[in-house]
């Protein structure tokens, strides 16, 4: 007897309105609900037979670990924050970067070798800059509570053991993070990797690894592959990782258009295998909109399928809490895996993978960008720990930043709904300009363009943050109206451009 996925009615109350044939369909769509629990369990399953499961071993540092109440927070905007956003270019590297030099970082004058007495000392002039193109969405880079934590992981651990983290990598503060973490995303358990890229690398490949511990041959017949349904615009790691899974024969790639619901109902009700994935950007790196998760959870009630979703940008940034697009949209539940980064509005580095704890011993026994990484330093760990505490606790940083976003919509008209914004002005040269001209009035933004964009879809990629203030929003919007004409400009691109 197997019960019913939460998101379906009780069978009971259904069959007494519905014959026999349609009986049949709704405990055909049962099943498949659950099928991903059973694939999952018959893979490790499997590799248990092959003993090739693999184990976290935490290494028990000295020292009792943090408690909450060990970290300040703060209720405003406070001077050290500012240096979130203000930061300096040495002279060479601007007028390089005016001119459009090609650099590799040398010109940063630091002196000449581990044998000059002037090593790590610098004489040149610097510009100030305020930057305008970073993820550290709320500023906590520079959070005192967070450098703290560091510094002191690092007075009593250095670096802590120096290995992967299924060798000697993994310790008590590594465990503590994932629970944080868990706890955060809504999510049984949670796996850390060295960085986001690598946690999405890892997911993929361990994706594809089902329908291969589960072939009836060497490898899995076409009927036996994972169907993996990607956004169009999705981050470059997804499609990596995709690509790898593809080139072992273990998934087939369904590409469908940005954020365009009605296509991937189409390439899902057409398609006959059986191990069905959707995988997306919570909220895009490039174009700043949010995919569309309310419909996304109704394809899942629909189709039966994984729904996994990269919450970089969205994870401390939305949500009441911090817990990120799913928070926000209320649909947490309807998310089956997570994927985040440390290293973006946490201020700090490193992945991340929410999941179950069988999904997570998948992972960790077949990922390999996880399996053959060195694990994150401990005092890397004690910061991240300290900043899911403060993002947490420190709310007022999540309405400065949306402010900041509301302040920027009524300045230029611009219908922005997100704290990343894509001004796209057209050709190469008009958006390497606009960046020449923001650049001299003493704006940090970059230009973007191909192969990261389209052809003739250049952009300026603008972020706001919570330490922001609104002049600093005011400035900017007067010197990009010097540069381009805000009443043309579009703010993201719909065209469905696919890099897979």
Request: glycine letters at 6%.
């Amino acid at each position: 007897m197997f019960s019913l996925s939460p998101f379906y009615p009780k069978t009971s109350d259904l069959f007494k309105s519905i014959n026999h044939e349609t009986r049949f369909k709704f405990l055909e769509m049962e099943m498949e609900a659950n099928s991903w629990d059973n694939w999952v369990e018959q893979a490790l399953s499997r590799l248990h037979t092959l003993k090739l499961i693999r184990s976290l071993r935490p290494i028990h540092l000295p020292n009792p670990l943090p408690t909450l109440h060990d970290f300040e927070v703060f209720h405003r905007l406070s001077p050290w924050d500012r240096s979130a956003v203000e930061i300096n270019i040495s002279e060479p590297t601007f007028l390089k970067w005016v001119h459009e030099i090609p650099s590799s970082g040398d010109e940063a004058s630091c002196g000449d070798g581990l044998d000059d007495e002037n090593f790590g000392a610098s004489h040149q002039k610097s510009r100030d800059l305020l930057l305008f193109s970073g993820n550290d969405y709320l500023g906590l880079s520079s959070h005192p509570t967070i450098g703290k934590a560091a510094a002191k992981a690092a007075q009593e651990h250095g670096m802590g053991p120096r290995g992967s983290a299924l060798v000697c990598g993994y310790t008590n503060y590594h465990r503590l993070l994932e629970s944080c973490l868990a706890d955060l995303k809504k999510k049984e358990d949670c796996l850390l990797c060295p960085t986001g890229f690598a946690a999405n690398m890892a997911l993929m490949v361990a994706l594809g690894n089902i329908s291969s511990l589960l072939s009836t041959g060497e490898k899995p017949l076409r009927d036996e592959r994972v169907a993996i349904f990607s956004d169009a615009l999705n981050h470059a790691s997804i499609i990596d990782g995709i690509r790898l899974a593809e080139r072992q024969g273990s998934v087939e790639i369904f590409v469908y258009r940005h954020c365009d619901m009605p296509h991937l109902n189409k390439l899902l009700s057409s398609c006959t295998l059986k191990k069905k994935v959707v995988v997306t950007d919570s909220l895009f790196s490039m174009d700043g909109d949010f995919a569309p998760m309310a419909e996304l959870a109704k394809l899942r009630k629909k189709h039966g399928y994984l729904l996994v979703i990269d919450d970089a940008h969205g994870t401390f940034v939305c949500g009441k809490n911090g817990g990120g697009v799913a928070e926000e949209f209320n649909c947490e539940s309807d998310v089956d895996i997570c994927v985040g980064t440390l290293s973006k509005a946490a201020g700090c580095h490193g992945g991340f993978i929410a999941c179950s704890k069988r999904w997570k011993q998948l992972i960790l026994s077949r990922g390999r960008s996880f399996i053959f990484s060195t694990a994150i330093p401990v005092p890397v760990v004690a910061a991240a720990l300290a900043a899911v505490v403060v993002a947490k606790k420190e709310k007022w940083r999540r309405t400065a930043i949306w402010n900041r976003v509301r302040d920027f919509r009524a300045l230029t008209g611009i219908p922005i709904g997100s704290p990343i914004i894509s001004l796209i002005v057209g050709s190469e040269e008009k958006a390497l300009q606009a960046s020449r001209h923001l650049l001299k009035s003493g704006f940090h933004v970059t230009a973007i363009r191909p192969p990261t964009v389209p052809p003739n879809s250049c952009r300026l990629r603008v972020t706001l943050t919570s330490v922001h203030t609104t002049e600093d929003v005011k400035k900017l919007t007067v010197a990009l109206s010097d540069c381009i004409s805000l009443s043309q400009i579009r703010v993201y691109s719909s065209s469905g451009y696919a890099r897979l």
